[in-house]
């Protein structure tokens, strides 16, 4: 049971070149989400979605897209990297009260 | 969005107990309180959360004001291995988290 799990760990990109951060669960859950964390902040919301087929925008969507194909995966692609996506990417779900965080995936966009 | 203010940093000696405060003067009555800590280099984990009463459970305890307003998160006997961010968010179910930066808790030796 491995909870949350994201692929790649580590990243370095240069600008304008493009990735998918590969998130997938084996909790069952729902509702599904990406975030990012700047060096001594708090986590800011990129995208979420609630179900399968369905995804919303969060605090900060621009440079992003997401993909929610089934229940078990949610992908986060940077079609063109900039230097300001240069952060740590955390992937989460929510069942009931609770958000199950991953690893993170470190990437530095040069 | 809900907001919560807590100090930037606290520190503790280890094996003594440790009060980490939250500000939410605009809660509304469906917000749940919950804390979530960041050890270094992980991802968020979830720590206790409480709508009304106090909560306990292995981890810590909350203690909510009457008013609600604010809360603590008491960790009993803090541990090296307590050393995180704590971040205090507030929760209608439904609804997404808002995190803030949290307070850094050092453990001292």
């Known amino acids: 049971n491995a909870g949350v799990t994201q692929t790649p760990k580590f990243q370095v990109l240069k600008t304008g070149q493009s990735m998918t951060l590969q998130c997938a669960q084996d909790m069952n859950h729902n509702s599904m989400y990406w975030y990012r964390q700047d060096p001594g902040m708090g986590l800011r919301l990129i995208y979420y979605?609630?179900?399968?087929?369905?995804?919303d925008k969060g605090e900060v969507p621009n440079g992003y897209n997401v993909s929610r194909l089934n229940k078990r995966e949610f992908s986060l692609r940077l079609e063109s990297a900039a230097p300001s996506q240069t952060s740590v990417y955390f992937c989460?779900?929510?069942?009931?009260?609770?958000?199950?965080f991953g690893p993170g995936t470190r990437l530095t966009v040069l | 969005d809900a907001k919560t203010t807590q100090p930037n940093s606290m520190e503790s000696n280890e094996e003594e107990p440790v009060h980490l405060p939250c500000n939410h003067s605009?809660?509304?009555?469906?917000?749940?309180i919950h804390w979530y800590r960041q050890l270094p280099s992980q991802g968020p984990e979830y720590v206790i959360h409480?709508?009304?009463s106090n909560v306990n459970n292995r981890m810590a305890s909350l203690a909510i004001a009457e008013d609600r307003k604010s809360s603590t998160l008491i960790l009993h006997r803090a541990t090296l291995r307590d050393a995180a961010v704590y971040y205090c968010i507030l929760d209608n179910y439904g609804q997404n988290f808002v995190f803030g930066p949290g307070t850094r808790l050092s453990v001292l030796p």
């Open positions: 989460a779900l929510r069942g009931g009260n609770e958000q199950f």
């Open positions: 605009t809660i509304s009555g469906t917000d749940y």
């Open positions: 409480g709508l009304t």
């Open positions: 979605s609630a179900s399968e087929g369905t995804t």
